[in-house]
């Protein structure tokens, strides 16, 4: 990405390209600080962090604990989104991780309209949320969330593994009893075969029914490698 010729743009013009690579990456970002004394001083300005997403970058690395504050400071989604989920699911602080959960859904970050939608239905079985996150985006979210592997080691709070029991016991069963999507046939009808026994032909219930139980079987809560409640 060349970006000398944005020196040569009227100053407000280059504060919406510093706007715009923020939101695309981290690394965009930090490519442009370093081009020049100006860009740095735009890419540094106040507002600027609020459009990052730190989860751009794989969650592993080691992201300096400084900019993580900075983007939570300016009411960064993607850090509300990271303290909510730990607040709620390691600390078990549900009010106020709902609360962080919520307003990074509200800011339309998507993992945090799905996970919020998640946790409300698993945990007080209100399925309103879920009509937020786009049918045709869903599968995507879904891997998308499912897909960072923060907990190293760290196992879920029992009311999670409660939830998980009885989603087994009483709502599993009805997905593998609909005929819907082709099923096919099981020796055991387990959570760990819920998202191969149909395709997509399935009715809208069971592919509910699907991603809640993809979200119980694999999504990990955050690790203590990094305590949010220090931001």
């Known amino acids: 990405m060349e970006f000398f010729p944005l020196l040569e743009l009227p100053e407000e013009?280059?504060?919406?390209?510093?706007?715009?690579?923020?939101?695309n990456s981290i690394q965009d970002?930090?490519?442009?600080?370093?081009s020049s004394r100006s860009m740095k001083a735009l890419a540094?300005?106040?507002?600027?962090?609020?459009?990052?997403d730190v989860l751009s970058v794989p969650w592993g690395l080691n992201m300096p604990s400084e900019l993580l504050k900075a983007c939570y400071a300016e009411g960064n989604p993607s850090t509300l989104y990271i303290k909510g989920v730990q607040f709620f699911y390691t600390f078990d602080l549900k009010e106020e991780g709902l609360s962080l959960m919520k307003r990074a859904a509200d800011a339309g970050?998507?993992?945090?309209?799905?996970?919020?939608?998640?946790?409300?239905?698993?945990?007080w079985g209100e399925g309103k949320y879920l009509s937020r996150i786009?049918?045709?985006?869903?599968?995507?979210?879904?891997?998308?969330?499912?897909?960072?592997?923060?907990?190293?080691?760290?196992?879920?709070?029992?009311e999670f593994k409660e939830r998980m029991a009885l989603f087994k016991s009483h709502i599993l069963p009805k997905f593998y009893s609909c005929q819907c999507g082709n099923p096919v046939e099981r020796d055991c009808p387990c959570l760990w075969h819920i998202d191969v026994t149909k395709d997509d032909n399935m009715c809208l219930h069971c592919l509910w029914l699907k991603?809640?139980?993809?979200?119980?079987?694999?999504?990990?809560?955050?690790?203590?490698?990094?305590?949010?409640?220090?931001?």
Do not use: C, N
């Open 13 to 23: 013009i280059q504060a919406v390209v510093v706007e715009r690579a923020a939101r």
């Open 29 to 34: 970002l930090f490519g442009l600080k370093a």
């Open 134 to 158: 786009p049918i045709e985006s869903l599968d995507r979210i879904g891997k998308l969330v499912r897909s960072v592997k923060w907990g190293w080691g760290l196992w879920h709070k029992p």
């Open 211 to 231: 991603e809640i139980g993809l979200f119980l079987r694999e999504f990990e809560p955050v690790s203590l490698y990094r305590d949010t409640r220090k931001w």
């Open 44 to 52: 540094e300005r106040r507002g600027v962090y609020h459009f990052l």
């Open 109 to 123: 970050y998507e993992r945090a309209v799905y996970t919020h939608a998640m946790t409300r239905a698993i945990f």
